[in-house]
């Protein structure tokens, strides 16, 4: 059974910083992209950033870049999410969420979600 | 950046209809879109990627079409479980870049 279990959500400061965590089983995770997706309070799905199974090509959205950076360590089969310069607005549910393999275009499997509050 | 437009936003309808929400892209993404399902407090559910393709164990019920800026998802009869809001995405390719629909809210009648 594939599984993406996240952690690592808290409540932070502005201006502060994060690191979440995606620890996969039940498929050959060095096999797969990665992504993270979130989604505010009563809002919509937002992509966030993608890594590639090797970790040698990464994306992020506009609003991100430059403050988050994804990686992942294959060896544990884990996917992480480090948030700088945190702002009001990435307040969000934090989704890990696998990349289905027979095209680029969707997300197949996703975690629970781990809940980010940035406030003062 | 692309956009991706959901019509309607919200909708009722009952059980035993047949239902169709309509995603439409600022632009041309051939066949780069899929549908989810979301129910509260629940991750989202992959039903139908690359416009058409239902995805493994989805009940054969829910179809997808489309190709360049319009795209349909359409449900041929409600049942109880489809109560929920949908979303589609796109995927563009140079840079990756994903984006979601508004979604639509499906509430039963």
């Known amino acids: 059974e594939v599984r993406l279990v996240e952690s690592g959500g808290v409540v932070a400061q502005p201006g502060g910083s994060l690191r979440l965590s995606c620890v996969a089983s039940?498929?050959?995770?060095?096999?797969?992209?990665m992504h993270w997706v979130r989604q505010a309070p009563g809002k919509g799905l937002e992509w966030v950033s993608l890594i590639s199974w090797d970790g040698d090509s990464t994306s992020y959205e506009d609003s991100v870049k430059g403050r988050f950076t994804i990686s992942r360590d294959n060896s544990k089969n884990s996917l992480f999410l480090q948030m700088n310069s945190l702002r009001t607005e990435d307040t969000a549910l934090y989704y890990c969420a696998r990349e289905v393999q027979e095209t680029a275009a969707a997300f197949d499997y996703w975690g629970q979600g781990t809940l980010v509050t940035v406030s003062s | 950046a692309i956009r991706m437009t959901q019509s309607p936003s919200s909708f009722s309808a009952s059980i035993g209809d047949r239902v169709t929400i309509t995603c439409r892209a600022s632009?041309?993404?051939?066949?780069?879109l899929a549908w989810y399902q979301q129910k509260p407090g629940k991750a989202p559910k992959l039903l139908i990627y690359a416009a058409s393709t239902l995805q493994s164990g989805v009940p054969s019920r829910f179809s997808g079409s489309g190709s360049g800026t319009d795209f349909t998802l359409t449900i041929s009869y409600l049942q109880s479980e489809d109560f929920a809001t949908y979303y589609c995405q796109q995927y563009y390719s140079y840079p990756p870049m994903y984006t979601f629909g508004q979604g639509t809210k499906l509430e039963i009648k």
């Open positions: 632009q041309g993404i051939s066949t780069y």
């Open positions: 039940g498929f050959t995770f060095d096999h797969y992209n």
